[in-house]
Antibody, heavy 123, light 114 residues
Framework: EVQLLESGGGLVQPGGSLSLSCAAS????????MHWVRQAPGKGLEYVSA????????YYANSVKGRFTISRDNSKNTLYLQMGSLRGEDVAVYYC????????????????WGQGILVTVSS | DIVMTQSPDSLAVSLGERATINCKSS????????????LAWYQQKPGQPPKLLIY???TRESGVPDRFSGSGSGTDFTLTISSLQAEDVAVYYC??????????FGQGTKLEIK
């Protein structure tokens, strides 16, 4: 069974930093690009970041570029999101998600999601 | 960035009736070399993560009931639930994956029972 389990969320002061982890199991982690998607309370889904299978390519939404860093450790089957210079608008549930694959290729839909972890930014 | 716009924002449908949700992209998400539309649909129930329903605009994910169907091409897409069940109450999102990331989602459509 594919499982994604986020951890590391919590309360941080404005301007502070926080690191999220996503532990993957039930599939060959190193074969899949991975993503972070967030959802502010009562709002819709917002795409945050992506990382290629071996970590050589990373992508970010403009809203987090320069403040967030995505990374992965394929030996530990774990995805990370290092978040810095946190702001009130970063308050959200953060989901990790697996890239969807079909017919030997992977394309950018998300076929597995974690349960999400809440990040709160407040003084 | 490609902007995804869903309509309506909310929808109330009677049990057993058809529900239709629209999604419009600001530019075409049809990749002409493979004739595929890079468009997915998700269902999110309260307190749960999103669940993939459809990819390639019309391909149902494994295990998704066949009352869910996707259609459309280019810039205009539709998610149809042919006979609404109580468990279909949720927020539905479209998402384009045509570009390199960052991808974009529609704002969501809340589906309720009338």
């Amino acid at each position: 069974e594919v499982q994604l389990l986020e951890s590391g969320g919590g309360l941080v002061q404005p301007g502070g930093s926080l690191s999220l982890s996503c532990a993957a199991s039930g599939f060959t982690f190193s074969s899949y690009a991975m993503h972070w998607v967030r959802q502010a309370p009562g709002k819709g889904l917002e795409y945050v970041s992506a990382i290629s299978t071996n970590g050589d390519r990373t992508y970010y939404a403009n809203s987090v570029k320069g403040r967030f860093t995505i990374s992965r450790d394929n030996s530990k089957n774990t995805l990370y999101l290092q978040m810095g210079s946190l702001r009130g608008e970063d308050v959200a549930v953060y989901y990790c998600a697996r890239d969807g694959c079909s017919g030997g290729g992977c394309y950018g839909w998300f076929d597995a999601w974690g349960q999400g972890i809440l990040v709160t930014v407040s003084s | 960035d490609i902007v995804m716009t869903q309509s309506p924002d909310s929808l109330a449908v009677s049990l057993g009736e058809r529900a239709t949700i629209n999604c419009k992209s600001s530019q075409s998400v049809l990749y002409t070399s493979n004739n595929k539309n890079y468009l997915a649909w998700y269902q999110q129930k309260p307190g749960q993560p999103p669940k993939l329903l459809i990819y390639w605009a019309s391909t149902r994910e494994s295990g998704v009931p066949d009352r869910f169907s996707g259609s459309g091409s280019g810039t205009d897409f539709t998610l149809t639930i042919s006979s609404l069940q109580a468990e279909d109450v949720a927020v539905y999102y479209c998402q384009q994956y045509y570009t390199t990331p960052p991808y974009t989602f529609g704002q969501g459509t809340k589906l309720e029972i009338k």
